[in-house]
């Protein structure tokens, strides 16, 4: 990054359908050093409290329009991305690790050398 680049972005929300994803792709930010939120997808009070956080970065582990039109509304900079999009299914391989740069890469971790974020 040059010096008239922004920081990095170090908060995300990760609105959840599948726990085990939402709080597994959760934990995986956290050990890198980003803030992470996550609420329920089924709850949209949950998600609106959620969005009060001002993440740069919403993961959503899958689409739903009426959470996503809600994530636009309230918090249009921040940068939406549906990880089952991002991230194959099954067992984890170096490909599936390679994806998941790409949610580090949204964030602008790994291009701001951020300890931590190697994978």
Known sequence: MTSVDAAP???ALVVQ???LLGEGIADLLRQRG????????????????ALGTSPCLVILDRADAEVTQLVVSRVPAAQVMDVSCVIGRGYPAAADLMRFEAILDALGVAAAGVEGTQL
């Open 17 to 19: 359908s599948y726990s």
């Open 34 to 49: 980003i803030s992470v939120v996550v609420a329920d997808a089924s709850n949209p009070a949950g998600v609106e409290e």
């Open 9 to 11: 972005c170090l908060r």
